[in-house]
């Protein structure tokens, strides 16, 4: 990690006894879903599987406790569905007629942090405005409380304790023997103390060379993955292809993209009173970088690309936590904060030089011009990465910088979209890419027979519109009536064979929020735009 995280974390990190822990403040048992079955079957559906096929139906998918176990065709659309064609009902039956299955969403960036954050939120509050969203897996990549910390929670999750998505745990480096990592052979140890806590993965900010290059040696040699936010601290000496010819195996956001793209210096051009912890420094100057980097057709452009192609190296660009950066604005007034954002956590999204991200000290129509340049240039060189065989995944980075947990993670898949991806290539980069960048396309990431029956049901095409895939759903006008009606959100997602009401964790949500806003003195309605004295309770589990 950096040096500027590394004091910080080593002050808070807790480590507990995995994976036999009791459940930590904010985590409930689950109450929620019923399942699995020893025959579940979904009727009628229109299918979009995940792999890039167009969407077929109506079909029938029959899932065996937590796998698919048959996907059959009944019939073509507006056509009467013969009984006879149909597999055998199932212990419980689900009428899809006119909606549509997809695999489970899988954010490859989330965060899970602790009641006593920063941020103030209990992971069940997380957890379960994933899940609305039809978020079934995500990839932690770190947290205050460390490597057991995640990794308990992913047993958890897998055990089907929890109501949670499946968790694949990528602490931050630094975080598994709670104290500073000096030496090749302290990152080493680090390193294998992080595969003992059961980890997927690894997530590395920066480190001097010796240390950050034994770490990702060490983390090849145990198996684990790796992903890494290119730090400017570190950036000198690790951009994305120092890092990836060293094993890296994916990038969070674009730090140290645009620096491997330099073609006329080789450090970024900074204001001579440029200070790295004045964080409208930090970000206002980041939305100034990719016009430093050489351009879509140059020579450094296509060699780049092709370098981290051959390495099969996966991008996550996680373009919705920057979204503020283009149009602070919108982000504060989006809908869903109304109802879905706690009070701690708005209060931690507000100007703020002690919160992280929340750097909005004089934000003005420059910075944010600046940013809109920013996204033409990175969103042209992730889509050609895609284009020419790359791996891109989806992941919001959310609890940071006005984005809420869900939320943010469809918002990105509208990005995608706006950065040239198609509708199908939006979905394949949520599910079945995301299922390879985690090495595991062969349980999850697809509607397929012998997977895992992690879906989403849902009543409106996210093709022809991304939007009704939000909780807040998507308004339009009834041509019967011609008055707006309010249509999508997720209506079922279903876990390992484990059926959740999509809409009653999202009630179960507004309800927690609600609570919180009455506590704290506000009044039902849009967040204060200015600061608001709040007190977090403590929280008493169920």
Known sequence: ??????????????????????????????????????????????????????????????????????????????????????????????????????????????????????????????????????????????????????????????????????????????????????????????????????AKGVKFFGAPEEILWSALDEAKKQGLKTTMHHAQLDVAHADVLDTSAHGLTSMEHWYGLPEALFDDKTLQDYPVDYNYMNEQDRFGEAGRL?????????????????????????????????????????????????EYTLPSLWKYFSPDRNAHGSYWFDWGTEEEVAWRDNYRRWMKFINDYKNHGGKVGAGEDAGYIYETYGFGYIQELELLREAGFSPLEVIKAATLTGAQILGAESEIGSVQVGKKADLLIIGENPLANLKVLYATGHIKLDPATNKPIKVGGVDTVIKGGIVYDAKALAAEVRAMVAAEKERAGLAPGPMPIVDFEYAPQERQTQ
């Open 290 to 338: 990719w016009k430093q980097a050489a351009g879509p057709g140059s020579e450094r452009w296509a060699y780049v690309r092709d370098t981290l192609l051959e390495r099969n190296f996966s991008l996550i660009p996680t373009f919705t936590i920057y979204l503020a950066s283009r149009d602070w604005m919108r982000a504060r007034r989006a809908e869903w904060h109304e």
């Open 1 to 198: 990690m950096t040096r500027l995280f590394s004091a910080v974390l080593a002050a808070v990190i807790i480590v507990f006894a995995a994976p036999a822990m009791a459940l930590p403040e904010g985590v409930d048992a689950r109450s929620e879903g019923e399942g699995p079955f020893n025959r579940l079957v979904i009727r009628g559906a229109t299918l979009i599987d995940g792999s890039g096929a167009p969407p077929f139906g109506p079909v029938d998918i029959v899932v065996v406790n937590d796998k698919i176990a048959e996907i059959v065709p009944v019939g073509a659309p507006g056509v009467a569905i013969d009984p006879q064609a149909r597999p055998a009902a199932g212990a419980r039956e689900i009428d899809a007629s006119g909606k549509y299955v997809l695999p489970g969403l899988i954010n490859l960036h989330g965060h899970i942090h602790a009641m006593e954050s920063g941020q103030h939120v209990p992971p069940d509050y997380i957890f379960k405005l994933w899940m609305m969203h039809g978020i079934t897996t995500v990839r932690e990549v770190g947290n205050e409380k460390g490597a057991s910390f995640s990794a308990a929670l992913a047993a958890a999750s897998a055990r089907n304790e929890i109501t949670a998505p499946r968790i694949y745990a990528y602490p931050f480096f630094g975080t598994a023997l709670n104290r500073a990592v000096n030496t090749p052979e302290e990152a080493r140890e680090e390193i294998r103390a992080i595969k003992k806590s059961g």
